[in-house]
């Protein structure tokens, strides 16, 4: 099949950047979305020309490295599927594709489709995890864990942090992301003794970056490849609520508000 | 050259690494922040390391060239963990983890580090658990095991089809904690160009910012290699794309002895190749043969459609040649059947080179429902690159190269030849000898991270003297002199022929003549094409863009250039290994039934592979594996 891409092409950060038309012909209907721009890559760097940047490396929707945003849908048609899971049997032959990369304040473009994504790796730091130094831990079993709670904070965990929910949020909201991770740690009962101190920490930080308010547009999860529902920011705006009425030291700290 | 010391310690295999623990000399908690200590890759090996070396107070420098430490490709694992908890009563014990090990890497992987591995196995679990890890749960909330690969008790913990994926990202998270505590100083979009070796010791690291393109130096006490294995030397692969070998090439090449090279994995459940545009393979986890019956039509070329094929016009060739392991024997074994089956012409998909994975029994037994439980993102994995559902017609699989067994020679403290080289997880050569067992790799990666070299680095840091180094001296000026001249060649040749195709043509040559059978006549003429092809790169390539920016062909380049000498070693090794053995099956050595056949009166050793210099043949070295436990027999899994 054949098919027409329009594709941003930005040299660095302060280039302004804009869309350049490709031909991508012969494409097998069953080669993934990435081959294809592959094969793309291939043409232009055989006339030695610089190939258009994008972030990928398992290709089968676990790493969280691939980001386009492809014809204004992040990750492209396929629901619950990251862009590297994508194939080309999506599109019609003849088709006209365009490809950006994700949109948000705190995600600045590298180059062409490749974008900073640290600031979620920052709102890990800030408190995504359970204090537990290597050594210390008892056995495994002395902590029971009821099936759903594993199962709904396995859900959660599922978020491969890939900022799809970012892009396709108007308002640029990292709440998916930061509401996954408090809520796979929130329903765990390891993760309750830092409950309160980590979702205060991990929304300060979400706000610290830039990252818009949640207004329950619904965009991110219908965007999200692991398909996690809004209920967990929720979930998050609760336990926030909570922390900073009655949360101890830490309302002390940030206060309410 | 430098005899190989493996350093195990003496006493009975239970008491060694208790021993060994107390025996080490420790740095003195004032003191380890005087420490620096580089770590490279921040897989479940590095994460776990770099978060661990960190908690105990040494200061860390942790590298990935990936945007984020979370993006590693221990990620991708499917399957599971074993661990030696007998949580299930089914007879399980540190011994039989231990005995399994030994005997699925075929008798070729030391035991005091494989007794190690099983030891420690416990502790893993119990640290992730502690870490909130959502492993999957029984109704009463003990944590669920199941029975994987090759294994007779169910002693694999798992996390629904995401194992790896959780593992690491509670790795992720305890380093994520380290990095906001300011505790360890995170390079991501950085990668490893080349080891700096001062006085006869690894001192630092040359590194390229990925997105401004700069060349630095980073100087420390000790380097941590965790950079994984080279599986994409043969193109496709299951591993992630910018999986390479580069790190450890290139300490290769400043005195690090390489390990078993030829000791490479291919996983019997991936999903075929479908066309010449192929970018990967996809791994369908291993946990399928659990409920899939593996087979094929016993007719040469019937070509019907599988749900009309009659019962007894099937040949579910793995339970009838291995009855009492079935469609779960070892991954070697069910690979070179695969192949057997599809070499006679009774291989099925469009390219017959394919066997069927089917589920109809299981679903008719336990019900679809009950298969969507434990396999519905496996199988909607499969649907989406096929366009087939599994549900209703059985699944294709085909063999696919996976894991390495091989690496970077470590002893006992996982220190390479280099002192102060420290290698971990699939980097090194490892515990898993020519075969690895399913749900193996998350256990040594990390075992090695929170539990192994965090306890042995103490000894290589307490008992060295160490004169004050930094980036500024000459050996640095010097390795990136180097790098910057690789990189400016790289650039500069100017010709038309793209990267992507040179790897391709390699992966090839590698897996037609160094795959799952290898012959003396094969190996040889991989030993002519690899060079031929080295220098047509070299003539031909081409790069374009520059240095000073982020430039992914340039990145692809240089990994492709190290994969073209690499290769040739890793056929070297299978050249000169003439007994068949794991995931190294010569042809020339086999059993009358076409089993492989070991050597064990010339082949029982670690082949540790020393440079010599631009165009002169690698030095053999070899460390005797010494059996003082297990008696080696010839495995038999019928």
Known sequence: ?257 | MTPLDSRVPAGPLAEKWDRHKFEMQLVNPANKRKHPIIVVGTGLAGASAAATLSELGYRVQCFCFHDSPRRAHSIAAQGGINAAKNYQNDGDSVFRLFYDTIKGGDFRAREANVYRLAQVSGNIIDQCAAQGVPFAREYGGLLANRSFGGAQVSRTFYARGQTGQQLLLGAYQALERQIGRGAVEMHPHTEMLDLVVVDGRARGIVVRDLVTGRIESYAAHAVVLATGGYGNVFFLSTNARNCNVTATWRAYKRGAAFGNPCFTQIHPTCIPVSGDYQSKLTLMSESLRNDGRVWVPARIGDARPPRDIPEDERDYFLERKYPSFGNLAPRDIASRAAKQACDEGRGVGPTRLGVYLDFADAIARVGAQAIRDRYGNLFDMYERITDENPYAVPMRIYPAVHYTMGGLWVDYNLMSTIPGLHVIGEANFSDHGANRLGASALMQGLADGYFVLPATIGDYLASTPFAPVDTSHPAFRAVEADVAERTTRLLGVRGNRTVDSFHRQLGKIMWEKCGMARTEAGLTEALADIPALREEFWRTVTVPGSGQELNQALEKAGRVADFLEFAELVCLDALHRTESCGGHFREESQTADGEALRDDAHFAYVAAWEYAGEGTAPVLNKEPLEFETVHLSQRSYK
């Open chain 1, 1 to 257: 099949m054949d098919v027409t891409l329009r594709v941003w092409r930005q040299r660095g950060p302060s280039d302004p950047g804009g869309i350049v038309e490709y031909p991508a012909t012969g494409v097998s209907p069953d080669a993934s979305f990435l081959e294809m721009l592959d094969l793309v890559n291939e043409g232009l760097m055989a006339r030695g020309e610089p190939p258009i940047a994008f972030a990928h490396d398992c290709r089968e929707g676990i790493c969280g490295a691939c980001s386009l945003m492809i014809d204004g849908i992040a990750h492209g048609p396929m629901a619950g599927a990251a862009t590297c899971q994508v194939h080309m049997r999506s599109f019609s032959d003849g088709a006209t594709i365009t490809i950006e990369p994700w949109r948000a304040a705190a995600f600045p473009v590298l180059k062409d489709l490749i974008v900073d994504r640290s600031a979620l790796d920052r709102i890990i730091a800030a408190g995504g995890f359970v204090t537990a130094a290597t050594g210390g831990a008892q056995d495994a079993n002395a902590v029971l864990v009821p099936k759903e709670a594993a199962d709904r904070a396995m859900d959660a965990a599922a978020c491969i942090g890939c900022g799809a929910c970012v892009a396709a949020c108007p308002n640029a909201s990292a709440s998916l992301f930061t509401a996954a991770k408090v809520s796979h740690l929130g329903l765990m009962p390891q993760g309750q003794p830092e409950r309160s101190r980590r979702v205060i920490r991990m929304v300060a930080q979400m706000d610290a970056e830039g990252f818009g308010d949640c207004t329950l547009f619904g965009e991110c999860q219908d965007a999200c490849p692991k398909e996690i529902s809004i209920d967990v920011i929720a979930r998050m705006h609760r336990d926030h609520m909570r922390a900073v009425w009655f949360g101890g030291e830490e309302r002390a700290e940030t206060g309410p508000g």
